[in-house]
Each structure stands twice: as structure tokens, then as C-alpha cells.
């Protein structure tokens, strides 16, 4: 049973990043502008003084608007670091992503080294996580990209609300899942948002 749910989960992973792969660098760009201009205008975000947002990758949804934006507005804006050896992420804050940031793993945009030792912060301080994946589903179910690197960095961060952002052709109706996959609180898309009011605790949670 396990291995059948592994094994689904491996082929929507590799079926979905396939079909994002097809989007032309110019459909990418402007449905991208689409999800950051959503996500942008929710007062989910525009309340969070402290957002942690994937740096994006490869055919990912576009992330620099909205870190540009994040920081004009005087918020702390952090961004991934990766601990391959713990399959773990830590959070390190950016002020210039022009020069703060440069290939890191996996070639993956991340803080300089020197940065990493000075602007480290706690996953507790965190008021929102704006967060990549391979799959989602309309339950807010995630899927990864295998490594479990943002499962385990958001158990540090339970206060913080999750946004998934991923293009409508990597949302489906149901991910198999497991128990320790944690569900995003809103997902948004160049075509909708969706939330669930019911994880939210807006006044519970965040900074």
C-alpha cells in the first residue's frame, strides 16, 4: 500500500513538473505577474511583517515581484538556505536580492555564505511562508519535489500562515497523501485563490 502511494505520488510529481516545463519563458513571466498581483492584494500577506518566500527556480512561479514589493513596504523578507545533510531549510533575511543572493544548491538561488551566519532568524518569527511545489491539490495538499526539505522547516514555523503558489496546471483534485505532510492555508494560481478559513486563525497566528 505504501509502496503503490509512493509510487503514484513519484508519477504526478514527474507528470505535473512536465507540463509546468512546456510553459514558454513568456507564458511563465505573465502568469507569474498574474499570481504575484493576487497574492499581493490579500490581506494575508499585506498584515505579515515578516515573510519567508521561496527564491524561484527553473520553470517555478516567478518570485521577485512580490520580494521586491515585500521589502518597498519595509517588511523583513527571508528567504530559503538549504542544509542538504538534514534535508532541512534555514531562514535568512535579504535586503538587495540583486546583491545578496547567488547560486547556491542545486543552483538554486540563496543568501551569500557570509549572510547566513548574520541574518539568521527564527522560523517562530515568521507571520508567512510563501512556498514552492511540484503538485497541489483543492484539499491544500502539497507535493514536493521528494527531498521533504519545507515539511520539515515548517513544523518550526506553525504560527506562520502557508501559501503554496503554484500555475493551474499543477492543481488537481486529490494528492495522496501521507500524515506528516503538512496542508498549505491558501494556494494561489494565475486563475484563483483558495483558502481554508478553517486552518487560518488569522488572530492566532503571525507577525
Do not use: N
Request: hydrophobic letters at 40%; a neutral charge; glycine letters at 6%.
Amino acid at each position: 500500500m505504501v509502496d503503490a502511494l509512493i509510487q503514484e505520488r513519484d508519477r504526478l510529481r514527474r507528470t505535473t513538473l512536465a507540463r509546468r516545463d512546456l510553459l514558454s519563458p513568456a507564458d511563465q513571466q505573465a502568469r507569474s505577474e498574474k499570481i504575484a498581483g493576487s497574492l499581493l492584494s490579500h490581506p494575508l500577506l499585506c498584515h505579515k511583517k515578516v515573510i519567508f518566500i521561496y527564491c524561484h527556480f527553473r520553470s517555478e512561479v516567478q518570485t521577485a515581484l512580490v520580494i521586491d514589493h515585500c521589502l518597498s513596504q519595509g517588511k523583513t523578507v527571508c528567504v530559503p538556505v538549504s542544509v542538504p545533510q538534514e534535508s532541512d531549510l534555514l531562514a535568512v533575511t535579504i535586503i538587495d536580492p540583486i546583491h545578496d543572493l547567488a547560486p547556491g544548491f542545486q543552483g538554486i538561488p540563496e543568501p551569500l555564505p557570509h549572510l547566513v551566519h548574520t541574518r539568521r532568524i527564527s522560523p517562530a518569527l515568521i507571520g508567512a511562508a510563501v512556498i514552492p511545489g511540484a503538485v497541489f491539490d483543492r484539499h491544500g495538499h502539497r507535493l514536493g519535489y521528494g527531498m521533504g526539505f519545507y515539511d520539515r522547516f515548517l513544523i518550526r514555523a506553525p504560527q506562520a500562515i502557508r501559501i503554496g503558489l503554484a500555475f493551474s496546471s499543477q492543481l488537481v483534485e486529490r494528492l495522496p497523501v501521507f500524515e506528516h505532510d503538512i496542508p498549505m492555508d491558501m494556494i494561489v494560481t494565475e486563475e484563483e485563490q483558495i483558502l481554508w478559513p478553517e486552518r487560518l486563525h488569522v488572530q492566532e497566528r503571525g507577525r
